[in-house]
């Protein structure tokens, strides 16, 4: 058999493991008053979504093309069990996305170029420029939140509630901190950021 389904299937596996973890450390950064950090957890669950259905959609064309016993295809892989606070959830995102990008996913386009699969590998080639922006955007949140500064930025900057839109210039939210607008704790405010 050949190694790329393996390795496709171990992808997927990945993907589907690292969205819930990102669906349950979103809800632990809600709790630890980190709105921005679980929207954030939250949208890369659906991104690694999208990369799971894509690993599954390969594995089953090239099932199409060239059958295999589904039970010869389970991974031999190891994968992140982490289930901490914001601070470690980030290390480990960062940790599991570092591996993708820098390891795993290369890995794949080697193998998959060596068993004559180009459209495989440019699409893992994809895949893994999307990882490595996963692993720079915790790294950026892991500073912040680590550095005591998510919600104190020692200059003035725009905050925006991210439930309402309400804006406001300071230079830290307090604690006791509610949106005038809506009611809604610090921890749904985030800085303002529209680079478009």
């Not at 659906?46 to 093309?65: A, D, I, P, R």
């Not at 994968?79 to 940790?95: V, Y």
């Not at 900057?157 to 610090?186: F, Q």
């Amino acid at each position: 058999m050949k190694e790329t389904p393996k390795k496709l299937f171990t992808a997927y596996v990945g993907e589907s493991q690292a969205r819930n973890r990102y669906t349950f450390w979103s809800k632990i950064a809600k709790k630890e008053e980190y709105g921005l950090v679980s929207s954030i957890f939250l949208e890369t669950a659906n991104q690694e979504l999208q990369h799971g259905t894509w690993f599954y959609t390969m594995l089953q064309e090239f099932k199409k093309k060239e059958p295999f016993d589904d039970m010869k295809v389970l991974p031999n892989a190891e994968f992140h069990t982490t289930f901490g606070s914001t601070i470690e959830n980030l290390k480990s995102a960062i940790a599991g996305e570092d591996m993708e990008w820098q390891t795993l996913y290369p890995d794949i386009v080697e193998t998959a170029e060596k068993e004559g699969y180009p459209k495989i590998a440019a699409r893992v080639r994809a895949i893994i420029k999307a990882e490595k922006h996963h692993s720079e955007r915790y790294g950026k949140l892991l500073k912040l939140v680590g550095d005591d500064a998510f919600f104190k930025r020692g200059k003035k900057i725009v905050w925006v509630c991210m439930e309402c839109g309400y804006e406001v210039e300071m230079d830290a939210l307090p604690e006791d901190w509610k949106c005038p607008s809506c009611d809604h704790p610090r921890a749904n405010f985030r800085k303002k950021c529209e680079d478009f």
